[in-house]
């Protein structure tokens, strides 16, 4: 018999990415690219015009490299970074579209950032995992906004209740590109090796 944290655990197989959006401000449209640069004190690169951090002069031995400019600081909702990044799950896209209504549920519309089948992401909450070259580790649920009931009409925000995916903060930066897999890691965030 198995415990409970070994059920919670027990994932069949890699999920993969699906879909990659990014906002170029707040309240912007979102756009579908191919790929995305994570890093671990921004999030992922673009979103929200968010830009790497310049390098340190003193760290890198390069006179004159002038720094970018500091992104204003911002209020996030469950602590600093803990919503670098969201994830939806695809499976869950005709349940919110059905819910909603509609014929469909296009990710632009639910204004996450990854779009990942083949897993349950919930499972990942607290657990550290991989997309293509990055590392992640889930931080919450991702509740809906009062945008959804802008972009899905009247009713979104509860058709997106318990389908609105998982935050994450990026422990690792790296590239991350559409049809990566999501490999969760062996240890859940917190617990030892």
């Keep these: 018999m198995k415990t409970m944290q070994e059920l919670r655990t ?17 309240r912007a449209a979102v756009r579908s690219v191919p790929e995305v640069q994570a890093h671990p004190l921004v999030g992922l690169i673009g979103d929200h015009g968010k830009q790497a951090p310049a390098r340190l002069t003193a760290l890198s031995g390069e006179a004159g490299e002038a ?3 500091a992104p204003p600081a911002q209020t996030v909702p469950g602590g600093p970074g803990k919503r670098q990044v969201t994830l939806i799950q695809a499976e869950h896209l005709p ?11 296009a990710p632009e519309l639910l204004r996450r950032n990854i779009v990942v089948s083949g897993l349950p992401l919930l499972a990942l ?14 931080t919450g649920e991702c509740h809906p906004c009062s945008r959804m ?3 899905l009409g009247e009713g979104g925000y509860n058709a997106v209740r318990g389908h ?4 994450a903060r990026v422990i690792r930066g790296g590239l991350i590109r559409v049809g990566d897999p999501l ?10 090796g």
């Design 95 to 105: 349940v919110i579209a059905a819910l909603a209504g509609l014929e469909g549920a």
């Design 10 to 26: 027990a994932l069949p197989r890699a999920g993969r990415v699906e879909w990659i959006g990014l906002r170029a401000a707040r």
């Design 183 to 192: 490999v969760p890691l062996e240890t859940p965030a917190g617990e030892a």
């Design 149 to 151: 009931e802008e972009n």
């Design 125 to 138: 909450k607290d657990r550290r995992f991989q997309i293509g070259e990055a590392i992640l580790e889930g």
């Design 67 to 69: 720094p970018a400019p």
């Design 164 to 167: 609105g995916g998982l935050t």
